[in-house]
Nanobody, 126 residues
Framework: QVQLVESGGGLVQAGGSLRLSCAASGGIISTYITAWFRQAPGKEREFVSHLIWYAGEPIYAAPVKGRFTMSRDNAKNTVYLQMNSLRPEDMAVYYC???????????????????WGQGTQVTVSS
């Protein structure tokens, strides 16, 4: 089964940028539906973005649309989340997730994903 490992988190000032990476092993990431979720302290894990391997454009949650960009590098078997114009409310642990089961319009539900990384912390100072 595929294993996912996130990296790239860190401390950044509000308005800054970070790029998260999710490297896959044990599977070809381009054959998976992949997503990014985040979880802030005391809050539930929430959907951030989603990419179907055969579809064109990623789907984004409203709070990040226009600021975050999800992409995939098949040669590196890695998905990315470029985060620009970061805000204090973006501070969370970010998780990469994957599945090979199509979920239709329920892509925002974390229970639809079978594989998860360990998470990477993003801290945004104001």
């Amino acid at each position: 089964q595929v294993q996912l490992v996130e990296s790239g988190g860190g401390l950044v000032q509000a308005g800054g940028s970070l790029r998260l990476s999710c490297a896959a092993s044990g599977g070809i990431i381009s054959t998976y539906i992949t997503a990014w979720f985040r979880q802030a302290p005391g809050k539930e894990r929430e959907f951030v973005s989603h990419l179907i391997w055969y579809a064109g454009e990623p789907i984004y949650a409203a709070p990040v649309k226009g600021r975050f960009t999800m992409s995939r590098d098949n040669a590196k078997n890695t998905v990315y989340l470029q985060m620009n114009s970061l805000r204090p409310e973006d501070m969370a642990v970010y998780y990469c997730a994957g599945t090979r089961t199509y979920m239709g319009s329920f892509y925002y539900q974390r229970e639809k994903y079978d594989y998860w990384g360990q998470g990477t912390q993003v801290t945004v100072s104001s």
